[in-house]
């Protein structure tokens, strides 16, 4: 079946703002579709409200809107563009959501607009439990015993004929989200009452537990003429009961006989033959019994997943990218196997190394959530890491995952982030692997294999000869390891290695094991006889990526590393990636001219550049990983392109970076740094409260805390680790009221490019992160701009910038303070590059290699619109977390609006992130006292704007005295009609709630937590309030209703 | 828990182009030396089946996936009696095998029939020489490591081209009957060269009675019988060498339906007037899509084979019915006239996927007195 001729232009839908459960793995799918449709010669327009994407850069698609997931907002681009049809299976839940959504609201009838790749009728068999089930009874599969429950009266009932344990599964959600698996009637009650709120369609799926069953995944691809082929096999580690999203992986699966395996593999082919899912990918779930053939259907996702990225990225097989074109009609043996050529992508993928998954968490952000693992997931990113034995690619991988679980006592029963180390803890012990089998459920051969690991290190001896150390080498242990048990330094490890010719030989994924030659530079390394590099005699450059996403290090940073690899090559240099995260962009095979896929630890790196011999390396595109290896790469002899590692430490120590300062005369709040809690009390006392303390050298603003007394003061330093001479504590004076200021600038040594301004809605004191922020700026004058600039320049300059940095201010009245300055890319670097036209981190590139700034010609344009980025929150996953803003930054991802007005671009944000703004209906206010004063004009503006306004007593009578109608509501508890049962009944349409008092469970936070599981929009800065009224006010005038491409906003570069 | 090098002795491998590899022995220890053709295979499961494939005999079997061992030995798993293969190379073997229905280890298995299991080894290396410069004869030894005295034996050792290894394939000695499971439906006369178990299973769960008869049965002694259909079992060696096996066939054709696979195959091929050829390394492996011209439709297919039918010397009266999409060798052939069916690849998978089940079904529906129940 030839490519399709009826359809000319396709509308792909992207998965908006970074959330868990939906990540970067869905830029990495959108991009590949996007090319591929247009490789065939289609029209693609793309809509995705996420800047910090590859899939938004102008060039990726013909139209590019970076506007609102929602049907309305679909709707009006639909009008606008009228594509022939829309691909919905690339762009995660979200997109297949919306697809749907559009269906039911008659649109796509209307506009008569083609579904690709998945029909709504498929969608619902696969998505909706209920059908699901039906399906698999058609077939004669299996599905583990459950009960539908729309109404929470249904619970007893199913007490009774399931028993305890159960698993609750709300539909149509996303990474597991509302599901649980409950022991007793209690927390049964409360699962149910969470799931049906958390399921867009009301309705939970109940059903018999088999945690502790293996679970499996399988990657299934299906054609048009019906073909199918199964990509990829993952067997997770952590057994069933625990998210996959959240299990250690490893591909293939490594304890199923063939006739185990095929039985699943047969069982998908009927599977997505049932649901009916025409083209692409799907991803099936299985859980399997460990002591018989037994198995159960667990899921079907009819659409490319986190699953595909990871099983693309083990295989070599282009998941997202093929199924665009399956999509177009075309077969799986049309198109040919890009890693082969010889051979079409007909196949099934054999592998000859094995893949590990590590998740990587951030619990330590939401203190009150307990760190433990369960059908809901939690992580925030992943690495993978591939090796020629289990051994070796769990080695790797928990090499990249930059934890150090030292100060965790995790235990075995529990599933936990840390669970894997306490099973090396224990065989360390001497704990036998039947026994840590019985209180794990983790299958005996992982065990066995990390007994391997075990017994190695603790057969490793003082000095090692060349056979012992390359044995180790090949199990998979780090030169740290070595380095540790021969009481000596990585150094000396790696040069003996080197001495005795102990080095990493590099292999490339081919997705044939070897049976043709592969055209595809994808290396890994490990320690065997032969090596497939081929360099070539180009000269290189080795882009450091990311690692894993986490919170304060997302894919920004990836886009920026992606952005490297581009400019490099267009400058004539091999560019060379290096990095560890399965879901991004710059883990893709046709990104760089060479792909190392390793760990980001400074031996991994440093035997990439003994094997590349590059011109430089580049570490300022990734983020805080890549930078803390500077100086032991530099060390070692590479050579680091731009910013030096002793400007990196200028910029960085708070001591040397102050001192800076004064010299050059650039206003900053007082500080002081303590090794000690007394020392600390006196630095505190002499700044005055209210004050910011943290330890030294963190990033996004870990265990930073604002202290308003000498209490609070103690009570943060008896939680934190001891402050210690090596590890000081950092005393700010913390600078109420001040507007927060964000620059990303690019030097070249000579000039300086300033690449936006942003102006922060929020107020100093919320991380940078986590606060929205507008630009160009609406509220600072000319003149405080040209300082900000000018401060920029001089700093660039005085700290021996060389590439992008980064720098916060903070400004009130006239002053402006320098907070800190990043000597890398920063998070803003998409958002701002898609603001102005001007690709910050392509520049900053053309700097690293030589270029000038004075010879490019780099006008941004900003005139015309404000673009505005507004955070999204993981608190909906983190039961106990108070959904407040401070210095700690706890956002996954960000969302950014476009419009003529401020007011417009923040309503499209915030609709975007989640948090859409109402245009009528009851606000209801409640402020802490110090914001009572200024609280009453934006009481009024809603009230002009025709919302009923509804406070706390408190907030009330300041508004009655000021005029204005206002309805009271009684303090929790104090009747039964409080304002919790306000919310619940859907009687408050927005909130305002600024923060007072400390402690847990205040009212307040009973507020915020009620808004969060109602979606009810909460504003808890007054600074957000005020500008969601401008928010309001454009949307009454209609503002969300201009879409406009990136193309034609930057029409000027285009 | 072993590690390293203890409790293993070295071991050496040598291609007959002198290339060399080292390793370690896991299993078979005391065999000390083995030759034969060197060959990969790319399934990534099943070393069970594949390890006690017939159609392995001779050949040193060089697994690219790097892990072996892992789930053990399984009951019912095997597909003949013992190993077959002269001796395995592997990247790691793991000696802790994890399956509830596995009862012992790979290595007993190994030693049971003294076949030399090597460990340790590049084969990802082995496997992209032998890819580049053609499947060629080695020589694996834990006693010798002279490089040069081996590569000498591995170029004494026979050359797989013109060798019989199938008239004496099979283990029997005179006719024996396998009832159907269930209802009997048909009987079939199956030539045994080195046959795969599984494959009687396919066809006796589908109702149909096996007379398995050793490869060099005449063609009256079968015709005595009367079967419904004759199969031709897979095997190892030449199918060039096997003149006397298509002497045998050729009166058949007409006679009875016939339904070859592999080897069986290729013994219709040539009893059809058919060429066979030396494939640079044959097809090894569990994941090549091959193109079924009937229904169109691509099936995934288990393959093991080193030598094909050659396509342009396909007589009129026989069609292509399949064909490999990886190199367009022939994968299936038709003499629709003559009723004569065969497959190069393995519908009975084991190990692999099982896409083409739906050949037996037609071969047992097309000879059948009565439709199973
Ligand atoms: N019946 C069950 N018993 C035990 N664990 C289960 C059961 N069903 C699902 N799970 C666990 O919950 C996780 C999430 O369930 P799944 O249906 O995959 O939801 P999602 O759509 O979020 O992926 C699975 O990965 C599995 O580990
Ligand atoms: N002296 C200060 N006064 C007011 N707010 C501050 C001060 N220092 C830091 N902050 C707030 O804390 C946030 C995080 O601090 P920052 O130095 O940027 O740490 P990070 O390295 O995590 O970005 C800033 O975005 C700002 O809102
Ligand atoms: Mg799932
Ligand atoms: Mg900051």
């Given at each position: 079946m030839p490519r399709r001729n009826d359809i000319a232009s396709i509308l792909i839908i992207g998965s908006g703002p970074i959330v868990i459960g939906q990540a970067a793995e869905f830029d990495y799918s959108g991009t590949q579709a996007c090319r591929a449709l247009r490789e065939e010669g289609y029209r693609v327009v793309l809509v995705n409200s996420n800047p910090a994407t590859i899939m938004t850069d102008p060039e990726v698609a013909d139209a590019t809107y970076v506007e609102p997931l929602t049907v309305e907002t679909l709707t009006e681009i639909l009008r606008r563009e009228h594509p022939d049809a829309i691909l919905p299976t690339l762009g995660g839940q979200t997109a297949l959501n919306l697809a749907v959504e559009l269906h039911d609201a008659g649109i796509l009838d209307e506009m008569d607009i083609e579904l690709l790749g998945a029909s709504i009728d498929s969608i619902r068999k696969a998505e909706d439990r209920h059908l699901f089930r039906e399906a698999m009874d058609r077939i004669g599969l299996r599905v583990p015993e459950s009960r539908i429950i729309h109404n929470i009266s249904e619970v007893w009932q199913v007490t009774e004929q399931l028993g305890f344990p159960l698993i609750v599964r709300p539909s149509f959600t996303l990474g597991g989200k509302g599901g649980a698996v409950v022991q007793d009637p209690s927390q049964f009650q409360r699962a149910v009452s969470d799931g049906l709120d958390a399921s867009p369609v009301k309705s939970v799926l109940v059903e018999r537990s088999v945690a502790g069953w293996k679970e499996f995944e399988l990657e299934v691809m299906r054609d048009l003429a019906d073909n199918v082929v199964i990509v990829c096999s993952i067997e997770n580690v952590d057994p069933m009961g625990v998210h996959t999203g959240d299990s250690i992986t490893v591909a293939p699966a490594q304890t199923l006989s063939d006739r185990q395996y095929q039985t699943l593999r047969s069982a998908s082919l009927r599977i997505i033959r049932e649901i009916g899912v025409q083209t692409g990918g799907s991803n099936i779930q299985f859980a399997v019994d460990p002591e018989s053939d037994d198995f159960y259907v667990i899921e079907m996702n009819p659409r490319v997943s986190r699953s595909s990225a990871l099983a693309s990225k083990a295989t070599g097989f282009p998941i997202a990218k093929i199924a665009a074109k399956l999509a177009v009609g075309y077969a799986l043996d049309e198109?040919?196997?890009?890693?082969?050529?010889?051979?079409?992508?007909s196949f099934e993928p054999a592998l000859d190394y094995v893949v590990t998954k590590i998740p990587r968490f951030t619990f330590e952000k939401f203190p009150g959530t307990p760190a433990r693992l369960t059908t809901t997931m939690h992580s925030v990113g992943e690495v993978m890491a591939i090796g020629r034995t289990f051994t070796e690619s769990l080695l790797k991988a928990m090499a990249s995952l930059e934890v150090d679980p030292q100060d965790i006592v995790p235990s075995l029963e529990e599933p936990s982030p840390y669970r894997i180390f306490a099973v090396f803890d224990a065989l360390r012990d001497g704990m036998d692997i039947p026994e840590i089998y019985d209180r794990t459920r983790i299958d005996p051969f992982f065990i066995a294999s990390v007994a391997k690991i075990v017994a190695a290190e603790g057969a490793l001896s003082g000095a090692l000869d060349a056979e012992a150390l390359r044995e180790a080498k090949k199990l998979g242990l780090s030169d740290e390891t070595l380095a540790v048990a021969a009481g000596t330094s990585t150094k000396v490890v790696r040069g003996v290695r080197e001495a005795l010719g102990v080095v990493p030989t590099y292999k490339s994924v081919d997705t044939c094991a070897g049976e043709f030659p592969a055209r595809t530079p994808y290396y890994y390394s490990t320690y065997e006889v032969e090596d497939e590099v081929e360099r070539g005699d180009g000269p290189s450059v080795v882009v450091l990526g990311s690692g894993p996403n986490r919170i304060g290090q997302g894919v920004e940073f990836d886009y920026a590393c992606v952005h490297a690899s581009y400019a490099l090559k267009e400058s004539g240099y091999d560019a060379v990636m290096v990095n560890s995260n399965p879901e991004t962009v710059s883990t893709d095979y046709d990104t760089s001219t060479r792909l190392y896929f390793e760990p980001l630890s400074a031996e991994h790196v440093l035997e990439v550049i003994r094997r590349e011999k590059p011109e430089g390396v580049i570490l300022q595109f990734g983020g805080q990983s890549p930078l803390k290896l500077a100086r032991e790469l530099e060390a070692a002899g590479a050579t680091i392109l731009g910013t030096s590692p002793d400007a990196i430490d200028l910029a960085e120590d708070r001591a040397r970076f102050g001192r800076l300062l004064t010299e050059l005369e650039i206003p900053h709040p007082r500080f002081g740094t303590a090794s000690t809690p007394e020392e600390a009390r006196e630095v505190a006392q002499e700044l005055g409260y209210p004050a910011v303390v943290r330890p030294s050298y963190v990033l996004g603003g870990r265990r930073m805390e604002i202290v308003y007394s000498d209490d609070d003061l103690n009570l943060y330093l008896s939680s934190s680790a001891d402050a210690s001479p090596d590890h000081p504590t950092l005393i700010d004076e913390f600078m109420e009221d001040y507007v927060e200021v964000d620059v990303d600038a690019v030097s070249d040594g000579e000039d300086v490019y300033i690449g936006g301004i942003m102006e922060h809605v929020e107020e100093a004191g919320v991380h940078s992160g986590d606060s929205s922020c507008v630009t160009p700026p609406i509220t600072l004058h000319r003149a405080l701009l040209e300082r900000i600039e000018g401060y920029t320049r001089r700093l660039a300059l005085a700290v021996g910038v060389i590439g992008l940095m980064n720098v916060q201010y903070v400004v009130r009245g006239d002053s402006v303070m320098v907070i800190e300055c990043n000597p890398r890319a920063s998070r803003t670097v998409p958002f701002i590059s898609k603001a102005t036209g001007v690709p910050l981190a392509k520049v900053a590139t053309r700097v690293l290699v030589g270029e000038k700034l004075r010879d490019m010609d780099l006008e941004s344009s900003v005139s015309g619109h404000f673009s505005v980025k507004a955070p999204v929150f993981p608190f909906d996953r983190f039961a106990e977390a108070d959904p407040l803003l401070g210095p700690e930054m706890r956002s996954t991802g960000e969302a950014m609006g476009i419009d003529r007005t401020f007011g417009g671009a923040f309503a499209k944000a915030l609709t975007a992130a989640g948090q859409t703004l109402p245009i009528s209906g009851r606000v209801y206010i409640s402020v802490a006292n110090r914001d009572k004063r200024a609280v009453v004009l934006i009481a009024r503006a809603f009230a002009d704007l025709g919302f009923e306004v509804a406070a706390s007593e408190g907030t009330a009578e300041v508004l009655k005295n000021n005029g204005l109608p206002v309805t009271v509501v009684p303090k929790?508890?104090?009747?039964?009609?409080?304002v919790l049962t306000l919310i619940e009944g859907g009687g408050v349409d927005l909130i305002v709630n600024t923060p007072w008092g400390r402690g847990a469970r205040t009212d307040g936070y009973l507020i915020r937590r009620k808004a969060l599981t109602h979606g009810v929009p909460c504003i808890t800065t007054l600074a957000g309030a005020a500008a969601a009224i401008q928010g309001i006010e454009s949307k009454i005038r209609g503002g969300m209703q201009r879409v406009n491409p990136l193309q034609s906003l930057h029409a000027t570069k285009a | 828990m072993e590690y390293g090098s203890a409790g293993r002795s070295r071991a050496t491998v040598v291609l007959e182009d002198g290339t060399t590899f080292e390793g370690w022995s896991f299993a078979g220890g005391e065999a000390g030396e083995a030759a034969g053709e060197v060959v990969f295979t790319?399934?990534?499961?099943?070393y069970q089946e594949t390890l006690t494939d017939p159609s392995y005999r001779g050949q040193i079997l060089v697994f690219t996936y790097p892990l072996i061992g892992n789930y053990g030995v399984i009951p019912g798993d095997e597909e003949s009696r013992k190993v077959q293969a002269a001796a395995v190379l592997v990247r790691e073997y793991t000696p802790y095998y994890s399956n509830w229905a596995s009862q012992r280890s790979l290595a007993e298995l190994l030693d049971e029939t003294g076949v030399l299991g090597i460990e340790g080894l590049d084969t990802r290396a082995l496997t992209r020489h032998l890819r580049d410069k053609g499947a060629m004869r080695g020589v694996i030894s834990t006693v010798d490591h002279d490089a040069t005295s081996l590569r000498d034996k591995a170029n004494a050792h026979p050359e797989m081209i013109g060798l019989d290894l199938a008239s004496a394939g099979s283990e029997l000695t005179e006719p024996l009957l396998l009832p159907a499971f269930g209802e009997e439906v048909c009987r079939v006369a199956a030539l045994d060269y080195g046959v795969k178990g599984s494959i009687y299973k396919e066809l006796r769960g589908r109702g149909t009675s096996v007379l398995t008869m050793p490869g060099s049965t005449g063609a009256s002694e079968i015709l005595e019988e009367n079967p419904d259909g004759v199969f031709l079992s897979n095997g190892p060696g030449d199918p060039a060498a096997l003149d006397k096996a298509v002497d045998n066939l050729r009166p058949l054709l007409g006679e009875v339906p016939v339904f070859g696979i592999c080897l069986g195959h290729q013994i219709l091929g040539l009893a059809l007037g058919c060429e066979t050829y030396k494939m640079p390394f044959g097809h090894h492996g569990a994941n090549h899509p091959v193109r079924n011209f009937a229904t169109n439709r691509i099936e995934i297919t288990s393959q093991n084979h080193g030598f094909a039918v050659r396509d342009e010397t396909l007589p009129d009266g026989v069609e292509l019915t399949h064909r490999n999409l990886y190199d367009g060798t022939v994968e299936g052939i038709s003499a629709t006239e003559l009723r004569a069916w065969s497959v190069q690849y393995h519908p009975e998978s084991s190990p692999g996927p099982r896409d083409s089940g739906y050949l037996f079904d037609g071969f047992v529906q097309s000879i059948s007195h009565k439709t199973p129940a």
């Amino acid at each position: 079946m030839p490519r399709r001729n009826d359809i000319a232009s396709i509308l792909i839908i992207g998965s908006g703002p970074i959330v868990i459960g939906q990540a970067a793995e869905f830029d990495y799918s959108g991009t590949q579709a996007c090319r591929a449709l247009r490789e065939e010669g289609y029209r693609v327009v793309l809509v995705n409200s996420n800047p910090a994407t590859i899939m938004t850069d102008p060039e990726v698609a013909d139209a590019t809107y970076v506007e609102p997931l929602t049907v309305e907002t679909l709707t009006e681009i639909l009008r606008r563009e009228h594509p022939d049809a829309i691909l919905p299976t690339l762009g995660g839940q979200t997109a297949l959501n919306l697809a749907v959504e559009l269906h039911d609201a008659g649109i796509l009838d209307e506009m008569d607009i083609e579904l690709l790749g998945a029909s709504i009728d498929s969608i619902r068999k696969a998505e909706d439990r209920h059908l699901f089930r039906e399906a698999m009874d058609r077939i004669g599969l299996r599905v583990p015993e459950s009960r539908i429950i729309h109404n929470i009266s249904e619970v007893w009932q199913v007490t009774e004929q399931l028993g305890f344990p159960l698993i609750v599964r709300p539909s149509f959600t996303l990474g597991g989200k509302g599901g649980a698996v409950v022991q007793d009637p209690s927390q049964f009650q409360r699962a149910v009452s969470d799931g049906l709120d958390a399921s867009p369609v009301k309705s939970v799926l109940v059903e018999r537990s088999v945690a502790g069953w293996k679970e499996f995944e399988l990657e299934v691809m299906r054609d048009l003429a019906d073909n199918v082929v199964i990509v990829c096999s993952i067997e997770n580690v952590d057994p069933m009961g625990v998210h996959t999203g959240d299990s250690i992986t490893v591909a293939p699966a490594q304890t199923l006989s063939d006739r185990q395996y095929q039985t699943l593999r047969s069982a998908s082919l009927r599977i997505i033959r049932e649901i009916g899912v025409q083209t692409g990918g799907s991803n099936i779930q299985f859980a399997v019994d460990p002591e018989s053939d037994d198995f159960y259907v667990i899921e079907m996702n009819p659409r490319v997943s986190r699953s595909s990225a990871l099983a693309s990225k083990a295989t070599g097989f282009p998941i997202a990218k093929i199924a665009a074109k399956l999509a177009v009609g075309y077969a799986l043996d049309e198109i040919p196997n890009d890693i082969t050529r010889a051979t079409p992508a007909s196949f099934e993928p054999a592998l000859d190394y094995v893949v590990t998954k590590i998740p990587r968490f951030t619990f330590e952000k939401f203190p009150g959530t307990p760190a433990r693992l369960t059908t809901t997931m939690h992580s925030v990113g992943e690495v993978m890491a591939i090796g020629r034995t289990f051994t070796e690619s769990l080695l790797k991988a928990m090499a990249s995952l930059e934890v150090d679980p030292q100060d965790i006592v995790p235990s075995l029963e529990e599933p936990s982030p840390y669970r894997i180390f306490a099973v090396f803890d224990a065989l360390r012990d001497g704990m036998d692997i039947p026994e840590i089998y019985d209180r794990t459920r983790i299958d005996p051969f992982f065990i066995a294999s990390v007994a391997k690991i075990v017994a190695a290190e603790g057969a490793l001896s003082g000095a090692l000869d060349a056979e012992a150390l390359r044995e180790a080498k090949k199990l998979g242990l780090s030169d740290e390891t070595l380095a540790v048990a021969a009481g000596t330094s990585t150094k000396v490890v790696r040069g003996v290695r080197e001495a005795l010719g102990v080095v990493p030989t590099y292999k490339s994924v081919d997705t044939c094991a070897g049976e043709f030659p592969a055209r595809t530079p994808y290396y890994y390394s490990t320690y065997e006889v032969e090596d497939e590099v081929e360099r070539g005699d180009g000269p290189s450059v080795v882009v450091l990526g990311s690692g894993p996403n986490r919170i304060g290090q997302g894919v920004e940073f990836d886009y920026a590393c992606v952005h490297a690899s581009y400019a490099l090559k267009e400058s004539g240099y091999d560019a060379v990636m290096v990095n560890s995260n399965p879901e991004t962009v710059s883990t893709d095979y046709d990104t760089s001219t060479r792909l190392y896929f390793e760990p980001l630890s400074a031996e991994h790196v440093l035997e990439v550049i003994r094997r590349e011999k590059p011109e430089g390396v580049i570490l300022q595109f990734g983020g805080q990983s890549p930078l803390k290896l500077a100086r032991e790469l530099e060390a070692a002899g590479a050579t680091i392109l731009g910013t030096s590692p002793d400007a990196i430490d200028l910029a960085e120590d708070r001591a040397r970076f102050g001192r800076l300062l004064t010299e050059l005369e650039i206003p900053h709040p007082r500080f002081g740094t303590a090794s000690t809690p007394e020392e600390a009390r006196e630095v505190a006392q002499e700044l005055g409260y209210p004050a910011v303390v943290r330890p030294s050298y963190v990033l996004g603003g870990r265990r930073m805390e604002i202290v308003y007394s000498d209490d609070d003061l103690n009570l943060y330093l008896s939680s934190s680790a001891d402050a210690s001479p090596d590890h000081p504590t950092l005393i700010d004076e913390f600078m109420e009221d001040y507007v927060e200021v964000d620059v990303d600038a690019v030097s070249d040594g000579e000039d300086v490019y300033i690449g936006g301004i942003m102006e922060h809605v929020e107020e100093a004191g919320v991380h940078s992160g986590d606060s929205s922020c507008v630009t160009p700026p609406i509220t600072l004058h000319r003149a405080l701009l040209e300082r900000i600039e000018g401060y920029t320049r001089r700093l660039a300059l005085a700290v021996g910038v060389i590439g992008l940095m980064n720098v916060q201010y903070v400004v009130r009245g006239d002053s402006v303070m320098v907070i800190e300055c990043n000597p890398r890319a920063s998070r803003t670097v998409p958002f701002i590059s898609k603001a102005t036209g001007v690709p910050l981190a392509k520049v900053a590139t053309r700097v690293l290699v030589g270029e000038k700034l004075r010879d490019m010609d780099l006008e941004s344009s900003v005139s015309g619109h404000f673009s505005v980025k507004a955070p999204v929150f993981p608190f909906d996953r983190f039961a106990e977390a108070d959904p407040l803003l401070g210095p700690e930054m706890r956002s996954t991802g960000e969302a950014m609006g476009i419009d003529r007005t401020f007011g417009g671009a923040f309503a499209k944000a915030l609709t975007a992130a989640g948090q859409t703004l109402p245009i009528s209906g009851r606000v209801y206010i409640s402020v802490a006292n110090r914001d009572k004063r200024a609280v009453v004009l934006i009481a009024r503006a809603f009230a002009d704007l025709g919302f009923e306004v509804a406070a706390s007593e408190g907030t009330a009578e300041v508004l009655k005295n000021n005029g204005l109608p206002v309805t009271v509501v009684p303090k929790i508890g104090e009747r039964s009609e409080d304002v919790l049962t306000l919310i619940e009944g859907g009687g408050v349409d927005l909130i305002v709630n600024t923060p007072w008092g400390r402690g847990a469970r205040t009212d307040g936070y009973l507020i915020r937590r009620k808004a969060l599981t109602h979606g009810v929009p909460c504003i808890t800065t007054l600074a957000g309030a005020a500008a969601a009224i401008q928010g309001i006010e454009s949307k009454i005038r209609g503002g969300m209703q201009r879409v406009n491409p990136l193309q034609s906003l930057h029409a000027t570069k285009a | 828990m072993e590690y390293g090098s203890a409790g293993r002795s070295r071991a050496t491998v040598v291609l007959e182009d002198g290339t060399t590899f080292e390793g370690w022995s896991f299993a078979g220890g005391e065999a000390g030396e083995a030759a034969g053709e060197v060959v990969f295979t790319t399934s990534m499961v099943g070393y069970q089946e594949t390890l006690t494939d017939p159609s392995y005999r001779g050949q040193i079997l060089v697994f690219t996936y790097p892990l072996i061992g892992n789930y053990g030995v399984i009951p019912g798993d095997e597909e003949s009696r013992k190993v077959q293969a002269a001796a395995v190379l592997v990247r790691e073997y793991t000696p802790y095998y994890s399956n509830w229905a596995s009862q012992r280890s790979l290595a007993e298995l190994l030693d049971e029939t003294g076949v030399l299991g090597i460990e340790g080894l590049d084969t990802r290396a082995l496997t992209r020489h032998l890819r580049d410069k053609g499947a060629m004869r080695g020589v694996i030894s834990t006693v010798d490591h002279d490089a040069t005295s081996l590569r000498d034996k591995a170029n004494a050792h026979p050359e797989m081209i013109g060798l019989d290894l199938a008239s004496a394939g099979s283990e029997l000695t005179e006719p024996l009957l396998l009832p159907a499971f269930g209802e009997e439906v048909c009987r079939v006369a199956a030539l045994d060269y080195g046959v795969k178990g599984s494959i009687y299973k396919e066809l006796r769960g589908r109702g149909t009675s096996v007379l398995t008869m050793p490869g060099s049965t005449g063609a009256s002694e079968i015709l005595e019988e009367n079967p419904d259909g004759v199969f031709l079992s897979n095997g190892p060696g030449d199918p060039a060498a096997l003149d006397k096996a298509v002497d045998n066939l050729r009166p058949l054709l007409g006679e009875v339906p016939v339904f070859g696979i592999c080897l069986g195959h290729q013994i219709l091929g040539l009893a059809l007037g058919c060429e066979t050829y030396k494939m640079p390394f044959g097809h090894h492996g569990a994941n090549h899509p091959v193109r079924n011209f009937a229904t169109n439709r691509i099936e995934i297919t288990s393959q093991n084979h080193g030598f094909a039918v050659r396509d342009e010397t396909l007589p009129d009266g026989v069609e292509l019915t399949h064909r490999n999409l990886y190199d367009g060798t022939v994968e299936g052939i038709s003499a629709t006239e003559l009723r004569a069916w065969s497959v190069q690849y393995h519908p009975e998978s084991s190990p692999g996927p099982r896409d083409s089940g739906y050949l037996f079904d037609g071969f047992v529906q097309s000879i059948s007195h009565k439709t199973p129940a």
